[in-house]
């Protein structure tokens, strides 16, 4: 049985910072990509950022240069750095690993960003 837990949401004011994480225990076999999505109240999920193999990303454009994502030699965990975090980037956030056939989701961690 797979799972994704995450952790490092939280509240936090206009301008500062937070570091989520996804941990996988379990095996995952031929994972090909890991990432982050986020669902703010009455909005679609929506991508954030992704990460491939060999290390290639990919960012939404409101999070480019404000958000940093990483991963584990092993992958076995994926990281989010968000920096200079606004009030829309509040939201629900979920990591998720794409394997051959499967994508494996985190159970997903608030972020508010509030003064």
């Known amino acids: 049985q797979v799972q994704l837990v995450e952790s490092g949401g939280g509240l936090v004011q206009p301008g500062g910072s937070l570091r989520l994480s996804c941990v996988a225990s379990?095996?995952?076999?031929?994972?090909?990509?890991m990432g982050w999505y986020r669902q703010a109240p009455g909005k679609q999920r929506e991508l954030v950022a992704r990460?491939?193999?060999?290390?290639?990303?990919a960012y939404a454009a409101s999070v480019r240069g404000r958000f940093t994502i990483s991963r584990d030699n092993a992958g076995n965990a994926v990281y989010l750095q968000m920096n200079t975090l606004k009030p829309e980037d509040t939201a629900v956030y979920y990591c998720v690993f794409s394997a051959v056939g499967s994508d494996y989701w985190g159970q997903g961690t608030q972020v508010t960003v509030s003064s």
């Open positions: 990460i491939g193999n060999p290390g290639n990303t």
């Open positions: 379990g095996s995952i076999f031929s994972i090909y990509a």
